[in-house]
């Protein structure tokens, strides 16, 4: 990524432990730029820079460790930036640490027998290991339906989505691969009873961070003409 020019005596420089950057290791250490004084020019340059150096990192892509506490705190601060009609604030994200990815296994287990009692031991294994892979493990909540009645479940799922773009985001500017994860285990009644989501709650999706240890193949991203379109005038 190129960074915009800076005036040097407006910079703080902040460095974190080695990592790799879009899926490329890196043995020096990675170099954070804040500054204020960027002209509007240069910050549009670098926030493309930013967002189109973006990938997927999938769990079994990812390697420990994970974001530290600061890094943490940062990413989901990010998420507040997203547009939230009313602030009603409709969405939250619950972490599954360590100790309770056993418990997030069962319930993988349990929503697999669940659909598919004849399900093999293998499957069964399979389906536990899922709640293993991520160095550090998100569940997005979204409160879909209740009051305010007036703000319909898309307006909702749209600043959910926001949300986690924000996250992914900043982890991609901090050198972090992330995913989303998601699955027929997240309407389960097993997964909903372990986050004791409530009736007008759903399971959006899983977020993985970590440092990457694999990258995957670069993919081809549309091109502007196939998504967008005028409307014509009468």
């Known amino acids: 990524m190129t960074l915009p020019s ?14 790799t950057f879009a899926g490329y290791p890196r043995t020096a250490r990675h170099t954070i730029v804040h500054t204020m004084n960027v002209s509007p020019p240069d910050l549009a340059s670098w926030a493309a820079s930013l967002i189109h150096s973006r990938r997927t990192a999938l769990p079994k892509r990812l390697c420990a460790p994970g974001p530290d506490g600061a890094q943490k705190h ?38 697999l027998i669940t659909r598919d009692p004849s399900a093999s031991e293998e499957e069964r294994s399979q389906a536990r290991d ?60 097993a997964l909903r009873t372990l986050f004791n ?16 240890a694999q990258a995957r193949q670069e993919r081809t991203r549309p091109r502007v003409a196939q998504y967008f379109s005028t409307l014509p005038s009468n």
């Not at 940062?74 to 997203?82: D, F, G, P, T």
């Not at 992914?168 to 995913?179: D, H, K, N, P, Y």
């Open 6 to 19: 800076f005036k040097m005596d407006s910079i703080v420089l902040m460095e974190d432990g080695p990592c």
């Open 74 to 111: 940062q990413i989901l601060e990010a998420a507040a930036a997203a547009p939230d009609h009313d602030q009603i604030l409709p969405w939250r994200f619950v972490e599954v640490p360590e100790p309770s990815r056993t418990a997030l296994g069962l319930a993988f287990e349990e929503a």
């Open 130 to 189: 899922k709640a293993l892979r991520s160095p550090w493990l998100l569940l997005a909540v979204v409160r879909t339906g209740g009051e305010p009645l007036d703000i319909p479940a898309p307006e909702r799922l749209l600043s959910a989505g926001a949300a986690i773009q924000n996250m992914l985001l900043m982890a991609a500017a901090m050198g972090l691969g992330s995913s989303l994860t998601s699955g027929k285990a997240l309407s389960s009644t």
């Open 197 to 212: 989501l409530s009736a007008h709650e759903q399971a959006l999706c899983f977020l993985n961070f970590g440092h990457i």
